[in-house]
């Protein structure tokens, strides 16, 4: 079953401008991640928030984590085309025997105009 | 850094075909999973191991079945292949850090069943 849902489906935006892409999810989590899936290609870790953190920051990332509304967004300042790519968000579950399951939206496109 | 290889990047089968997919991670990670992911869809757990020798169903394993006879391997079956089980596999690995498990993904496999 889906956890988290992405929004907006596709964003396209100029190079230098700052890229927001948000998630909800349905049911109380461990963590959040974000990953990153340049076309084509495997998924990239880019950050991970604790339920018990706010906000995080890595390089020209930032992600903040609601658990009273359950929505997490991701921000990419000084956009680059090379962060043409699609991101997802992703939820935890623990599946016992030192296992953690994730579950993925559906992703968000960024396409950054150079 | 962690290295997760798949054995095909692209994979033509035709229906009825039993089709093996490998994946392979050189991290000595506990954890491995198979997901595949569709347009519109997302990506979908498969199947997943913890362990070698055992195995977990994940949320589509109809039509799928999965080997792990040693840890850094963990290979997806197809016994008869439809054209339904057209898509983009991709296989991942973590390992336990209690609660904050970052999954790392292999190129993918993209699979056309004609």
Known sequence: SQQGEEDPQALSIQEGENATMNCSYKTSINNLQWYRQNSGRGLVHLILIRSNEREKHSGRLRVTLDTSKKSSSLLITASRAADTASYFCATDAYSGAGSYQLTFGKGTKLSVIP | ?114
């Open chain 2, 1 to 114: 850094d962690v290295k997760v290889t798949q054995s095909s990047r692209y994979l033509v089968k035709r229906t009825g075909e039993k089709v093996f997919l490998e994946c392979v991670q050189d991290m000595d990670h506990e954890n491995m999973f198979w997901y595949r992911q569709d347009p519109g869809l997302g990506l979908r757990l498969i199947y997943f191991s913890y362990d070698v020798k055992m195995k977990e169903k994940g949320d589509i394993p109809e039509g799928y079945s999965v080997s792990r006879e040693k840890k850094e391997r963990f290979s997806l079956i197809l016994e008869s292949a439809s054209t339904n089980q057209t898509s983009m596999y991709l296989c991942a690995s973590s390992t336990w850090t209690g609660g904050a498990d970052t999954q790392y993904f292999g190129p993918g496999t993209r699979l056309t069943v004609l």
